[in-house]
């Protein structure tokens, strides 16, 4: 890999502000001042500092954040604050982007990465990845309900869900549940309690695969996943 592009992948500025850095004499490869762009890294061996600072090659990055109401799941809108306005420019650089989406107005756990190959791993129907939801919904949810979802529910547009697990944490005027399902359909649990006649007012994601949210990270808040949680998507890709 170029130097240059090196640089300027690891966050060290634009490629013209990397210019100005290497003719500086601020960066040294394997201990000897370096000043042109095109010189050759090997990733895993050269040692780079720029400034003292070692510069430490990551194509990748992966992010867990507890998503709040009001941003949308995506890179970019003109109108509206999107998920990755919530990142330093430090991790904005990398280019993230949300693996899948959660709903404007619901919140909770969130995967942002850069790593095309992982998300669509994620996100393969053919991958069956688990998705659990707590919510808060308006009217009594009952075991005839825990059975439809199980089987199965037809939505508005007249798509048949794959069967989701259905549990009842509370059952009152406004119920509380835990709903598991494996597909990620427009506004999908939201229909699929309209489907039995009932309405979502909370929502919140609480895992993805074998990822959990971090509840000690706050609302709009993120954080890189651990060399664990990251193994544990790994084995799900290799799957």
């Known amino acids: ?11 060290f500025g634009s490629r013209k502000e990397v210019k100005q850095l290497l003719k500086n004499g601020a ?7 370096a000043k042109k762009p095109n010189v050759h890294i090997d990733t895993t061996e050269d040692i780079v500092t720029c400034y003292g600072e070692r510069v430490i090659y990551r194509e990748f990055i992966y992010l867990m954040m507890n998503k709040k109401p009001g941003v949308l799941s995506a890179t970019e809108d003109l109108r509206e604050k999107t998920v990755i306005d919530l990142l330093s420019d430090e991790h904005r650089h990398f ?41 808060h919904v308006q009217g009594i949810v009952t075991e005839e309900d825990i059975q439809a979802f199980s089987e ?10 794959k069967p989701g697990k259905l549990k009842i944490l509370k059952s009152d005027a406004v119920s509380e549940i835990e709903l598991t399902i494996t597909e990620g359909k427009f506004h999908q649990v939201k229909r699929m309690f309209e489907a039995v006649g ?12 074998p ?26 890709a290799e799957e």
């Open 1 to 11: 890999m170029r130097l240059d592009k090196l640089l300027a992948n690891m966050g």
């Open 27 to 33: 960066v040294r490869v394997n201990d000897l001042v």
């Open 95 to 135: 280019n993230p982007f949300p693996v899948g989406r959660l709903d404007k107005d619901t919140e909770g756990f969130l995967l942002l990465s850069n790593n095309g190959k992982l998300a669509h791993n994620l996100l393969s129907p053919r991958k069956n990845v688990p998705k659990t939801y707590y919510a």
């Open 152 to 161: 199965g529910v037809t939505l508005d547009d007249g798509y048949e869900t």
């Open 198 to 209: 009932k309405r979502v007012i909370y929502l919140k994601r609480l895992s993805m695969g």
């Open 211 to 236: 990822l959990h949210l971090d509840e000690t990270i706050p609302l709009g808040g993120y954080r890189e996943l651990t060399a664990e949680e990251l193994q544990l998507l790994e084995d799900i």
